[in-house]
Each structure stands twice: as C-alpha cells, then as structure tokens.
C-alpha cells in the first residue's frame, strides 16, 4: 500500500503533544495538561440527564443528515435569543463536531485549486483540512496592530493579483484569544461580499468572552457560512457535536455531502445536545473557573519572566512570546513536559512562519491545575 499524496498533512502537533503527555502519565509522571483546548469541567448535568433518557428508550439509529428537528429548531432559536437574528431551522446543519462542519463547508464551497486565505497564527486543522482537499492556502500574517485579527487591508495584501475564493477567521481566535470588534467583523463582511470571496467564520468560542459580548457575522447578512460546536462552551467534546448556519442555495449541497460521507450526527448527542441550551447557569459557573484561571496566569506569569503574551479575549488560551527563554518552542515545550510536567503546544502548530516564538497554554482546566503549572514553570524557569 502506498499513501496517498494528500495524507501527507502535517500533524496537529497539539495532539501529539496529548499523548507525549498521557505516555509520560502512564508512566507514574503527574503531568499538567495544558496542551488541548478541552474544558476540565464535566458535561451538563441536564445533557447527561437527557442523554441517559434517551438510552433508556433503547433505540439509537440514524438521523436526518441535516439533524434532528427538536435540535435545528432549538439553534435557530438560540440566535433569535443571543444575536437578534432571526435564521430559520431550515438553515441549520448539525455536524459531528465543529471538524465536521468545516470539511462540509470546504467541500461544498471550493475545488481543488481555490485559493483559501487564513489568517495567522491560527487554528492549524483548517490548514491542514484545506490541503488535504487539494486547496491553495494562502496565510494572512496578523500582528499587533490589528489585534492580531484580520483586516480587509490586509486580507487584500495577502490575496495580491490572484483572488480568494474563500476566507476562514475565527472571533474569538485559537491560539490567540482574541476577538474582533463588531465594526472589524462587519467590514470584513462587506469586503468578502464586494471582491466575492466566501466567508467561513469559526465562533466555536462564543459564550466563552470575558469583556463585552460577542458579535456573529450574521448580524451582518445571510451570505456568510458559520460554524458552531457543543465542544467548549458546552463542556461537551466527547460527544462530538456542532452545527453550521448556511445560506439557502449550500443546504442541499451540504446535505448531500454529509449523506454520503457520514450519514448523520451522532443520534444520542443530537438528542441530548438539546438540553444544553437549558443549562446555562452551570455553564455559567464554568466560565467563571476560566476568568479565574485567566486572572491567575496574567498575575503569575510575568513574574517568571513570560510577560509577552497577546490579548485574552475570551477562548481559553494564553499565547506566550517565549523569545526570552528560547528561539526553538518546539524544544522548549519538550523540555517543559519532560522536566517540568507542564504540557503546552508549541507555536508552529499556528503559524508555520512565526510560531518558534510562542507557546501556547490552555487555561480550561481546574484553578488548582493553573497553579501548579504557574509553580511548576517558575521553579524551571528561575
């Protein structure tokens, strides 16, 4: 057997870095997981609760490829309710995951060939997943003077005398935490609409924001794609279930993709994901774990010497500058796992060009985890 050109990818090095960490642990090492943007919270107790209803009917099959009803219906909902929007459940794709929901929304929107710009740093499976399809990726370099967010300016920087056919960005953003401001995401909406180039919009983080509020890019039009998940705000990865907002004339084309690739969603997570709307008070709870969390590192770790680290906006990642210490974060993060025990993703898994300066660390654990990574780091570091 040979493997195909396009299996190719580069790994997703933060789940390496995953079970560099668990094989350590294995091996009576007590590690500090840092390294996957998981939430250390467990999953609602109203989601387990409707779960556990539906496996006591006995019956789990297949769904709708699209979704079940009660869930389509309970997200549109959900953006009459936070956003003013009004999206018809007609619209609405529930996907295995937010990773299922951009592999439709590639397929659907680009052939092999498209050029695909992406911001970076940034989550690097879009990159990957793009390449795997046989798609031109075009990285667009974000700094501090944005925000480390994109801009139309420099959107059409990076496309130069070819045009994009697609955009991918995220608000708030992974690695970086940080958010876009409403008037930034409604002007790259008009952007995209004006030089016709498709607009995928990540806000898997949404409802994880910790000044403010956040803004969906359909506040501004229905000609944009959105993806969602149950994954970090729900405390709910395992079940592996997300959703996509689309425009009308990319439902069908997305339910035809996802019939044949998947069938469906997982049954017993469409019907429990449900509930999750309804649990907002211990999700709540959670959130504040996350600002506490937050609130720590940015005491703490100046004080062993990363005090360069980009805006924490909402998400639950802190980006680090570790330039101080190191030029290679690849070899630092080894290090840092193998004398430390503290587990964080390297840099170049976000962005290939600049990433050997930082490292990322999630904060979604428990306050007592954040804490003795802050000791731990500090008696390596000093």
């Known amino acids: 057997m040979i493997p195909s050109k396009r299996s190719a990818v580069a790994p997703f090095i933060a789940m390496d870095v995953l079970s560099q960490a668990n094989r350590l642990e294995r091996e009576g090492r007590a590690?500090?997981?840092?390294?996957?943007?998981?939430?250390?919270?467990?999953?609602?107790?109203?989601?387990?609760?409707a779960a556990?209803?539906?496996?006591?009917?006995?019956?789990?099959?297949?769904?709708?490829?699209?979704?079940?009803?009660?869930?389509?219906?309970?997200?549109?909902?959900?953006?009459?309710?936070?956003?003013?929007?009004?999206?018809?459940?007609?619209?609405?794709?529930?996907?295995?995951?937010s990773s299922g929901g951009f592999n439709l929304a590639f397929l659907a929107l680009f052939d092999p060939g498209d050029r695909v710009g992406l911001p970076t740093p940034g989550y690097p499976a879009y990159r990957n997943i793009l390449a795997?399809?046989?798609?031109?990726?075009?990285?667009?370099?974000?700094?501090?003077?944005?925000?480390?967010?994109?801009?139309?300016?420099?959107?059409?920087?990076?496309?130069?005398?070819?045009?994009?056919?697609?955009?991918?960005?995220?608000?708030?953003?992974?690695?970086?935490?940080?958010m876009m401001t409403r008037d930034a995401i409604e002007a790259?909406?008009?952007?995209?609409?004006?030089?016709?180039?498709?607009?995928?919009?990540?806000?898997i983080y949404h409802g994880l924001v910790y000044e403010g509020r956040?803004?969906?890019?359909?506040?501004?039009?229905?000609?944009?794609?959105?993806?969602?998940?149950?994954?970090?705000?729900?405390?709910?990865?395992?079940?592996?279930?997300?959703?996509?907002?689309?425009?009308?004339?990319?439902?069908?084309?997305?339910e035809r993709i996802a019939q044949n690739l998947f069938i469906s969603a997982p049954?017993?997570?469409q019907r429990a994901a449900v509930a999750a709307f309804d649990a907002t008070e211990e999700l709540e709870r959670v959130k504040a774990g996350y600002a506490a969390n937050r609130a720590l590192l940015a005491e703490r770790l100046p004080a062993i010497g990363l005090d360069r680290f980009l805006p924490m906006?909402?998400?639950?990642?802190?980006?680090?500058?570790?330039?101080?210490?190191?030029?290679?974060?690849?070899?630092?993060?080894?290090?840092?796992?193998l004398e430390a025990g503290v587990a964080a993703t390297p840099g170049p898994d976000f962005d290939t060009a600049r990433g050997n300066a930082f490292v990322r660390f999630s904060f979604a654990g428990t306050n007592a985890a954040v804490a003795e990574a802050c000791d731990r780091l500090g008696q390596w570091l000093g």
């Open 31 to 49: 590690i500090v997981h840092m390294e996957v943007g998981e939430p250390g919270a467990p999953t609602p107790a109203l989601v387990r609760a």
């Open 52 to 97: 556990a209803a539906a496996l006591a009917e006995g019956r789990i099959g297949y769904t709708e490829a699209l979704g079940i009803p009660d869930l389509r219906a309970r997200i549109a909902r959900h953006y009459g309710e936070r956003y003013g929007v009004d999206v018809p459940a007609s619209r609405i794709a529930v996907t295995p995951g």
């Open 132 to 178: 795997a399809l046989g798609l031109e990726v075009v990285e667009i370099p974000t700094g501090p003077a944005d925000r480390w967010q994109p801009t139309p300016a420099t959107v059409a920087a990076a496309a130069g005398d070819k045009p994009l056919k697609g955009l991918v960005v995220a608000s708030p953003a992974n690695p970086s935490g940080t």
């Open 188 to 203: 790259l909406v008009r952007h995209c609409r004006a030089e016709k180039i498709a607009l995928v919009m990540d806000e």
């Open 214 to 254: 956040e803004t969906s890019a359909l506040e501004f039009g229905d000609d944009v794609v959105v993806v969602n998940s149950f994954s970090k705000y729900y405390c709910m990865t395992g079940w592996r279930i997300g959703w996509m907002v689309l425009p009308e004339v990319l439902v069908r084309p997305v």
């Open 267 to 269: 049954a017993l997570s």
């Open 313 to 337: 906006d909402g998400a639950f990642y802190l980006y680090a500058d570790v330039t101080r210490f190191t030029n290679d974060s690849v070899d630092f993060a080894r290090r840092m796992l």
